[in-house]
């Protein structure tokens, strides 16, 4: 397993991985980021160049032809693409999260040549794991894979599926079999051709609209062997959620940044005006910077938490992280709104019109997507429940 | 022992099969339990046996199965 999960980190001519991503989010994400937002399109220009550069496999193991990217660099480089625009980030974040997934679940032959082949067509990974008919909960599954003589096939109402139709393939979550419990889960690559989506309805939503997230309905065959190897309830609890918290914080952090920004040119620009009077919003902006760090020092050391123990899964399974990670969420998706808040408050109405270069409606709006994307309730209750049996220790 | 681990496994399991009569070593997560449910069968065998799991006991491997929650409450009964 080390062998798959190294984390050096290989710096090419142009820089590390976080360095071209932030190029990347400087050059190309922020000039269209406000396009992307109101018309609620794919943010096309920002993939493809993350895919110029090779960076959709930014986490694929060198052995693989990957960069070896740490889970460090990566965050850092969602980190700016956040700042610059937020739909664009989630997009990276959520493939990331899968290529994650397959990274280190992912054993059979066909599985490791399929990362291959990721790594050298540059592939976009999306995700189907919510369902119509589980409540949400993302731990059961209605559907079910059907395999017979070698072949899978998988019929899958997603009420929401990301980049579904800018996607290269999608990884679905589905009972192991149609005798399997709701719980007993796997995860298996669906990939064209033998892959059909279906829209169902519109993404019609405030924020993160670049994101372009409808409802599907997944239809999709292929060899068994697509089927990742470790229980979905393993790889769930060992990297898909912990890799979803911890990248999600970095792009809402990026978020925060942003307007943390504006205000601070804002309260410079006031001070300007009247040398040797300190604007009244300074002190809030003290306030608030003081908040940024909380938020960018929970994020840094949650990607260290995560790092010091990435490759020993009875650590990963333990109590004392999931409570860590889940705790991780729902800070985090607070923090990012607690700042954009004070940032508006700071820049008054400046923040609030959208024709002044200190207007924080796409912030504001993204930054509530944080708390509702696996609602913070049900993250809490879960963490209510483990703290039922966790020893603190 | 096994005759109160299974009557907590029929009571807070919610496997799908019959808890009374599933294998020493059937895959008990396999069967249905859910983490949610195994907290709850993890509760109560602390209250049946008076003991309390440690840490390094409460991960999913020590639930599941009847044969290795035995083992686990064996262990933590002696210590």
């Not at chain 1, 993302?138 to 559907?143: A, L, N, R, Y």
């Not at chain 2, 993890?42 to 083992?71: G, H, P």
Request: hydrophobic share 45%; charged share 20%.
């Amino acid at each position: 397993m080390t062998s798959i999960t190294e984390t050096t980190a290989p710096v090419s001519e142009s820089g590390g991985v976080a360095q071209q991503m932030e190029r990347i989010a400087e050059e190309v994400a922020a000039p269209a980021a406000d396009e992307v937002d109101v018309t609620g399109r794919f943010p096309a220009e920002t993939i493809d160049a993350l895919r110029a550069d090779g960076l959709l496999s930014a986490m694929v193991p060198e052995a693989f032809g990957g960069r070896g990217a740490s889970v460090a660099e990566v965050s850092e480089g969602l980190v700016a693409l956040g700042r610059h625009c937020a739909s664009s980030a989630m997009v990276v974040a959520m493939h990331h999260i899968q290529v994650a997934c397959l990274v280190r679940h992912g054993r059979s032959p066909l599985l490791r040549d399929y990362l291959v082949e990721l790594v050298e067509r540059q592939y976009l990974l999306a995700s189907a794991t919510t369902e119509v008919g589980t409540g949400g909960d993302v731990g059961s599954s209605v559907c079910a894979v059907d395999v017979a003589g070698g072949t899978f096939r998988l019929e899958k109402q997603a009420p929401v599926i990301s980049y579904g139709q800018f996607a290269d393939a999608v990884l679905a979550t589905a009972r192991r079999s149609a005798e399997s419990p709701e719980n007993d889960q796997v995860l298996v690559v669906c990939r064209p051709p033998e892959l059909e989506l279906e829209q169902v309805g519109e993404w019609k939503a405030i924020g993160f609209r670049g994101t372009c997230s409808p409802g599907f309905i997944l239809r999709a065959a292929g060899d068994a062997a697509l089927i990742l190897d470790d229980p979905y309830a393993d790889l769930s609890t060992r990297t898909m959620l912990p890799m979803a918290h911890i990248l999600w914080s970095s792009l809402w952090l990026g978020i925060a940044t942003a307007t943390l920004d504006r205000a601070r040119r804002f309260v410079q620009s006031e001070a300007r005006k009247r040398p040797g009077m300190t604007p009244a919003a300074a002190l809030r902006l003290a306030d608030t910077t003081a908040l940024h760090q909380q938020f960018t020092d929970l994020v840094r050391a949650s990607v260290d938490r995560y790092q010091q123990i990435q490759d020993d899964p009875d650590r990963l399974s333990a109590l004392g992280f999931a409570v860590a990670m889940n705790s991780l969420k729902v800070s985090a998706s607070t923090l990012v709104v607690d700042v954009v808040r004070q940032c508006m408050v700071i820049c008054g109405l400046a923040s609030y019109r959208t024709d002044t270069p200190y207007c924080m409606g796409r912030h504001l709006r993204d930054s509530m997507g944080a708390c509702l994307m696996v609602n913070n309730d049900r993250i809490m209750a879960n963490n209510a429940q483990l703290l039922l049996v966790h020893r603190g220790e | 022992m096994d005759e109160t681990i299974r009557t907590v496994l029929a009571e807070h399991g919610r496997l799908a099969t019959d808890a009374n009569t599933i294998d020493d070593n059937a895959d008990l997560f396999a069967a249905g339990m859910t983490s949610h449910a195994s907290v709850n069968v993890m509760l109560a065998l602390e209250d049946a046996f008076d003991i309390e799991f440690s840490e390094q006991m409460l991960k999913k491997s020590t639930f599941e199965s009847i044969a290795s929650i035995r083992a686990g409450v064996v262990e933590m009964a002696g210590s």
